[in-house]
């Protein structure tokens, strides 16, 4: 292990995948290790890769965000999870099926700094308070 906190994207917006990769390739403690379109290709990759922290866009085709969470959750899934969503109501969702936390993805270039300190905070397991 190289000590970065390796993250998996989930999101099947090809440009929100590009802007995610962007913020956590300028960080030298991030490696972006994959990126998914689907929550059935997220659940292979992440029985995969195993990585520390998930991001993921509550607006999936197929297997959503939230069923996402739900899966993970019941397959005991040990990587942390950061939620994207535009709607305050299917983030504080995501947080009751496990989330980490959530995160705007409007706000994903503008407030980056605060994306990178809360997927930061989920790899060390530290809460912060909402």
Request: net charge neutral; glycine share 10%; with cysteine.
């Amino acid at each position: 292990m190289n000590g970065k906190i390796r993250v998996l994207v989930v999101d099947d917006s090809l440009t929100m995948q590009k802007a995610l990769g962007m913020v956590f390739a300028r960080e030298q403690d991030m490696d972006v290790i994959g990126y998914a379109a689907s929550g059935e290709e997220a659940e292979r990759m992440i029985d995969r890769l195993r990585p520390e922290v998930v991001t993921i866009d509550i607006g999936l085709p197929g297997l959503d965000g939230l069923g996402l969470l739900d899966h993970l959750r019941q397959g005991h899934c040990r990587s942390r999870t950061v939620v994207l969503s535009s709607t305050v109501t299917a983030a504080n969702d995501a947080v009751r099926r496990g989330a980490f936390g959530f995160f705007d993805k409007r706000r994903v270039l503008s407030d980056a700094g605060e994306l990178i300190d809360l997927v930061r905070h989920a790899a060390g397991g530290y809460k912060l308070a909402s």
